[in-house]
Every structure is written in structure tokens, then in C-alpha cells.
């Protein structure tokens, strides 16, 4: 079992930066993915950006060049997101694939209006 805790969303202007947070507790050793996940009102859930063991992170083509994915340490990982857009609006979730399982955190808002 994992759980997830999602931190660091907000409000933000157009072209500013947030930084996402996400911890897992339980069973992190066995984690072998983790990924951020958005969800815009009335649009299906994107995968954002990914990032497992030793090899290089993705990206969806939306926030390439903008958003950076990072392990902290281990049960780990932050998005931090530069020169945001208002299509940035949304639920962010983070996730971790640990036993064939994914799991989910309860999401954080994220918020990008002047």
C-alpha cells in the first residue's frame, strides 16, 4: 500500500511559476514510477509528466520546456512549473506505481487567472 499527499498548489498569474509536492508514505521502497496527472473542468485526465528510476523523465507536449519533474528522495517527486498558462488550470494529481498497482493522491488545485 501507498499513500500519496499532494502540496504546493495554488493560485497563480499567467506566466508565473508553482511548485507541486508530492510525498508518499508505506510502502515507497517498492515505487517504481511516479507521475503528475491533471484534470481541467469538462476535459479528460492528462498525464503531465513521468519520471522512474534512472531514466529520463516525460513529458506531455502541453508543458515540454515548461514544467520540470523531479525526484526529491525516495517516495518523493515535485513538478515545478514555469511560465504557466490559464490552460494550466486544473486538478493535479500525483501517482505511484508500486506492484503493478497506481496509485492515487486526492489531487491539489491549481489555479492561473490575472
Known amino acids: 500500500q501507498v499513500q500519496l499527499v499532494e502540496s504546493g498548489g495554488g493560485l497563480a498569474q499567467p506566466g508565473g511559476s508553482l511548485r507541486l509536492s508530492c510525498a508518499a508514505s508505506?510502502?515507497?521502497?517498492?515505487?517504481?514510477?511516479m507521475s503528475w496527472y491533471r484534470q481541467a473542468p469538462g476535459k479528460q485526465r492528462e498525464l503531465v509528466a513521468s519520471t522512474s528510476g534512472g531514466g529520463t523523465p516525460t513529458y506531455a507536449n502541453s508543458v515540454k520546456g515548461r514544467f520540470t519533474i523531479s525526484r526529491d528522495g525516495e517516495g518523493t517527486v515535485s513538478l515545478q512549473m514555469n511560465s504557466l498558462k490559464r490552460e494550466d488550470t486544473a486538478v493535479y494529481y500525483c501517482?505511484?506505481?508500486?506492484?503493478?498497482?497506481?496509485?492515487w493522491g486526492k489531487g491539489t488545485q491549481v489555479t492561473i487567472s490575472s
Open positions: 508505506g510502502s515507497i521502497s517498492s515505487i517504481y514510477v
Open positions: 501517482t505511484a506505481g508500486s506492484g503493478g498497482i497506481l496509485y
